[in-house]
């Protein structure tokens, strides 16, 4: 049996390469990419602990289910801010949409 | 035993090296498949810990549908040949330690926690369970959290199609206002 502290440290490292390409990433579409591996990561802490801490029941799992279709949900109203935003500027470069910033 | 060790070196590692590839390649597109395959790798680690609902809801929901409705976004929003510029120094540096740092904190603490073992007897994950908690309303019930997500499902599904809608009033109102 591989040690739960295994799959938390891997989950633990894909999330915050998911926080680093948060940080550095310029573009919308990369930034949403990056917050989808952070979910994911949560998703595998859900589901490991569902299964060595507390295996009579399915909290994690479920969990898990409800995050999937959250995930699903914020993909598809950011993809159509993302269009939107392409429409009206012809660029999804953070950098070049600040026109409320000021 | 011996093998699932190795399978589990294998996902991790697959996880690992596409998600630090998702994060720096510089095409989108590549980028886009790279997170394709650390999504299917960890699908693999659910179907190792024998969660094959789970397992199916991630191939097919997140591998399937939102990495395609991703790669879609790409396709509408940039040439194909796209090359990003490299991030300025500084950020990159800050953020590497940001990443550090924090992952470096979570990982000591989760080496040093004294993680307990289970008194509870496993439960067998057949579809027939995971249908009547999924619907069932007493002990271990999760209809109400079901709902919502259903309501929030509709909501934001109404409300991509509203925001992405190539409405002919909304683009005037746009222009006018720039002009």
């Not at chain 1, 569902?50 to 959250?70: D, K, T």
């Not at chain 1, 949900?73 to 269009?83: D, H």
């Not at chain 1, 935003?85 to 000021?102: C, L, N």
Request: net charge positive.
């Amino acid at each position: 049996m591989i040690p739960i502290t295994h799959f938390l440290i891997v989950s633990t490292l894909m999330f915050f390469t998911g926080i680093y390409g948060f940080l550095t990433r310029r573009n919308l579409i990369t930034i949403l990419m990056s917050i989808e591996l952070i979910l994911n990561s949560v998703n595998i802490n859900f589901v490991v602990f569902n299964r060595y801490l507390y295996p009579g029941q399915l909290q994690g799992q479920f969990f898990a289910l409800f995050i999937v279709a959250i995930a699903a949900a914020e993909a598809s109203v950011a993809i159509a801010l993302i269009i939107n935003i392409y429409r009206r500027f012809t660029s999804i470069e953070v950098d070049d949409v600040d026109e409320m910033k000021y | 035993m011996e093998n699932s060790v190795f399978m589990f070196y294998l996902f991790s590692g697959t996880i690992l090296f596409f998600s630090v590839l998702t994060v720096t390649s510089r095409r989108i597109l590549r980028a886009a498949v790279f997170l394709l395959f650390a999504l299917v790798a960890t699908s693999g680690i659910y179907f190792m810990m024998n969660y094959q609902f789970l397992a199916g809801v991630q191939l097919s929901l997140y591998a399937g549908g939102i990495v395609v409705l991703i790669i879609f976004s790409i396709l509408l929003t940039h040439h194909i040949s796209y090359k990003f510029e490299r991030p300025p120094f500084l950020n990159l540096s800050l953020s590497l330690l940001v990443a550090i740092t924090g992952a470096g904190l979570s990982i000591f603490t989760l080496v040093t926690f004294p993680f307990q073992k289970p008194e509870s007897i496993p439960v067998s994950v057949n579809m027939q369970v995971i249908g009547r908690q999924l619907m069932g309303t007493g002990q271990n019930g999760y209809a109400l959290p079901f709902e919502v997500i259903s309501i929030l499902l509709l909501a934001a599904m109404v409300a991509a199609i509203v925001i992405a809608k190539k409405g002919q009033g909304n683009r005037d109102k746009g222009r006018g206002t720039r002009d």
